[in-house]
């Protein structure tokens, strides 16, 4: 479960609630369909980082806003300390929050296999947690552009059998955006974050 967030955080991973009241926000839906608005988001992620992050944006920007933006996503989150920060409040809140169920209760290994039945819980304790996010922290700035270290497994094979399920998965990405809101992440960083952690939900979610 080390790794789901990827949700995701990591996650990462932003703006879905698995409730129709996220849908009202205009800054973040446009076409009335959360899938659809994640899917353009990831590509004007990738087609803006190919460009240089200031062709086509369609604003005035100054210098400096067109400098700032050439800035890794990783540099604009404020680097290892801004992520860090993201993973510390994001960590507690998504533990907590039972729509998402990140402990896997309830939860047991289907397949044909000798583990079959077995209880997918992983135990929030003190250990469990800080490994959870050391890897957070590590994928997160991967991902972002940032130092090419990460010591988590890979990502479809840690999430094999949890049975994840897209509300849930939506529900950690709401998780993971009022985390940003809090911290004041300007909302293109968050969208940038949510395309890169929305692209891991084909490898996290086995139930649709």
Known sequence: MKNFLVLIAVSLLVVGCGSGGE??????????????????DQRMAQARQLKGGAEGSGDKK?????????KSLYDRL????GITAIVDDFVPRVLADPRVN?????VKRGGFNLHRGQSMEW???EQNVNKLKAHLVQFLSLATGGPAKYEGGEMKQVHQGMHITNPEYDASLGDLKATLDKMQIPNNEQRELMAIIESTRPQVVEER
Do not use: H, L, M, P
């Open 78 to 81: 404020g680097g290892d300390k």
């Open 23 to 40: 849908q009202k926000d205009r800054d973040f839906f446009t076409s009335g369909s959360r899938e659809a608005d994640q899917r353009a």
């Open 62 to 70: 100054n210098a400096a806003g067109v400098a700032d933006e050439k």
């Open 123 to 125: 135990k929030a304790d």
């Open 102 to 106: 990140w402990e896997r209760k309830g």
